[in-house]
């Protein structure tokens, strides 16, 4: 036992700082990776909501009473430069809502004024979990593309829509594709407007919660994220090589 102790603290002294400086380095690299960004509060109305932007990427959680507002009084986050046509935003629901049967929050995605183009998003809260999707263009006007009356949308996957100058519009309802590549004629991203009710007058329609919003936008090799499986890849190649050399050493 005490031999094997000896070689156990041996191997430590040795191979301790080449170990004290990968877990540094890795540190490091994560650190850079997922942690460039500055989180702040906003504020619109008296709503409240927590933003997280990176270089590539913008993250945003509003409260539930978002989905208590009114059509003509509602919740909408202005980017602060548009996001050009390469996209992908995904809406992760984690409301509670009220027995109403027309308890439901729309989200519409907006090109900037003047444009009247917009992509909506309706997720209704009753048991029936209905869904839809719909756009308004300059040419075709308002029109519904996708409508499931039951289990539309999931509580546990977000939706997802993806959009490219080249490949159009696709969304994903968290199970499946149900729009792809539609095409928009483009689609820049200037805001996002939420509410829950047409007319004020009507019953709330969520008790708690929130909803999380995150897009990713322009070219993917200008992230950090992007170049995360190659840090790791060298990383671990720098440690095997390591071990390899030194227990060749060893065996000499």
């Given at each position: 036992?005490?031999?094997?102790?000896?070689?156990?603290?041996?191997?430590?002294?040795?191979?301790?700082?080449f170990?004290?400086?990968?877990?540094?380095?890795?540190?490091?690299?994560?650190?850079?990776?997922?942690?460039?960004s500055?989180?702040?509060?906003?504020?619109?109305?008296?709503?409240?909501?927590q933003?997280?932007?990176?270089?590539?990427?913008?993250?945003?959680?509003?409260p539930?009473?978002?989905?208590?507002?009114?059509?003509q009084?509602?919740?909408?986050?202005?980017?602060?430069?548009?996001?050009?046509?390469?996209?992908?935003?995904?809406?992760?629901?984690?409301i509670?809502?009220?027995?109403?049967?027309?308890?439901?929050?729309?989200?519409q995605?907006?090109?900037?004024?003047?444009?009247?183009?917009?992509?909506?998003?309706a997720m209704?809260?009753?048991?029936?979990?209905?869904?839809?999707?719909?756009?308004?263009?300059?040419?075709?006007?308002?029109?519904?593309?996708?409508?499931?009356?039951?289990n539309?949308?999931?509580?546990?996957?977000?939706?997802v829509?993806?959009?490219?100058?080249?490949?159009?519009l696709?969304v994903?309802?968290?199970?499946?594709?149900?729009?792809?590549?539609?095409?928009?004629?483009?689609?820049?991203?200037?805001?996002?407007?939420?509410?829950?009710?047409d007319?004020?007058?009507l019953?709330?329609?969520?008790?708690?919660g929130s909803?999380?919003?995150?897009?990713?936008?322009?070219?993917?090799?200008?992230?950090?994220?992007?170049y995360?499986?190659?840090v790791?890849?060298v990383?671990?190649?720098?440690?095997?090589?390591?071990?390899l050399?030194?227990?060749?050493?060893?065996?000499?």
């Amino acid at each position: 036992m005490a031999v094997l102790k000896r070689k156990i603290k041996l191997f430590k002294d040795r191979q301790g700082p080449f170990f004290c400086f990968f877990l540094l380095f890795l540190f490091l690299t994560l650190s850079v990776v997922f942690y460039p960004s500055l989180t702040f509060s906003q504020s619109n109305d008296s709503q409240k909501y927590q933003v997280l932007k990176k270089n590539n990427n913008e993250r945003f959680t509003l409260p539930y009473n978002a989905s208590n507002l009114a059509r003509q009084n509602s919740l909408e986050y202005v980017f602060q430069e548009p996001i050009l046509n390469n996209w992908i935003l995904t809406i992760a629901n984690k409301i509670f809502y009220s027995d109403n049967p027309e308890a439901k929050t729309v989200i519409q995605i907006k090109e900037p004024y003047p444009s009247e183009k917009f992509i909506e998003i309706a997720m209704f809260g009753d048991k029936s979990r209905k869904f839809f999707v719909a756009v308004n263009t300059n040419d075709t006007g308002y029109m519904k593309l996708y409508e499931n009356n039951m289990n539309g949308w999931s509580a546990d996957k977000p939706v997802v829509l993806t959009h490219a100058i080249v490949q159009g519009l696709s969304v994903a309802d968290g199970k499946r594709t149900i729009i792809d590549k539609l095409s928009l004629d483009g689609f820049n991203i200037g805001s996002i407007k939420v509410y829950g009710k047409d007319e004020a007058k009507l019953p709330a329609s969520a008790l708690s919660g929130s909803i999380d919003f995150e897009v990713f936008f322009g070219n993917p090799s200008e992230s950090p994220l992007y170049y995360l499986p190659l840090v790791m890849i060298v990383g671990v190649g720098g440690l095997l090589i390591f071990l390899l050399v030194f227990k060749k050493r060893r065996s000499k």
